[in-house]
């Protein structure tokens, strides 16, 4: 598959995507500065160890970057497994509360003012996955920047729980919830633009305090049918018009 047959987006199209990435990611490093402080002050009282954690992601091409994030588990507890069940021991009483609404996340946004990423993409995996489960149309997400949001991002904020085994956590989540995942972000690539990514913010923003409510919000209805394609028979959340 040839990248430039996934862009659908001009010479201004991409460069006004790459200005917004790094104007919102700016913006909410600034505005979420005092709530990293008092994340990192939680983190040091609560686990011995650094503040930060330096996950290692395959990025656009496959290519290996550093994706940043709060430490939310014991130091020396993360080569147990690459996949975080969701009542996994490791994770200490105040990093599951930075996880659940999503405080561990906001260091990305200095991945997006790096280049690393971007604000809207497929979600980077652990190298890990994607050497072992990845099949060919999986690796194709792998030709866009990764996003520190998406469809793939969204479906796990719905369904990422109940669909992952606690006592197999890597291999529940390769079979139950990466092919979903990964065939929303397939189908939006086809499609994506500027006003696309606009409502994939939206929704996300709207998807985190849901989830936490204990409801579900639906994706369009559009990437979901493309996404049948690659993983037809799955559970899919009711979907908009």
Not at 8 to 16: D, E, K, P, Q, T
Not at 33 to 57: N, Q, T
Not at 87 to 109: H, T
Request: aromatic residues 10%.
């Amino acid at each position: 598959m040839n990248i430039n047959s996934f862009d659908r987006r001009s010479f201004v199209g991409i460069l006004i995507k790459e200005i917004l990435d790094k104007s919102i990611a700016l913006m909410a490093l600034v505005v979420a500065f005092p709530i990293l402080i008092v994340a990192a002050l939680g983190i040091k009282i609560s686990s011995p160890g650094p503040i930060f954690y330096k996950a290692r992601r395959a990025g656009k091409g496959g290519k290996i970057f550093t994706m940043l994030k709060l430490r939310t588990m014991h130091v020396g507890t993360d080569h147990f497994s690459v996949i975080t069940a969701p009542c996994d021991n490791r994770v200490f009483a105040f990093g599951f509360w930075l996880r659940r609404v999503k405080i561990d996340e906001i260091l990305q946004f200095w991945n997006v003012l790096t280049g690393d990423m971007s604000l809207v993409g497929p979600r980077p995996e652990d190298p890990v996955i994607v050497e072992r489960y990845y099949k060919v149309w999986m690796r194709e997400t792998l030709l866009v920047l990764p996003g520190l949001t998406g469809p793939g991002t969204v479906y796990g904020y719905i369904y990422g729980d109940s669909l992952l085994d606690q006592s197999d956590p890597e291999i529940s989540y390769a079979h139950n919830l990466l092919p979903q995942k990964l065939a929303l972000e397939r189908a939006y690539i086809e499609r994506a633009n500027l006003f696309g990514d606009i409502g994939y913010i939206i929704l996300t923003a709207i998807a985190i305090p849901a989830h936490l409510l204990r409801y579900n919000v639906s994706l369009p209805r559009v990437d979901i049918d493309v996404a049948r394609r690659w993983a037809p028979i799955i559970p899919y959340p009711s979907s908009r018009r």
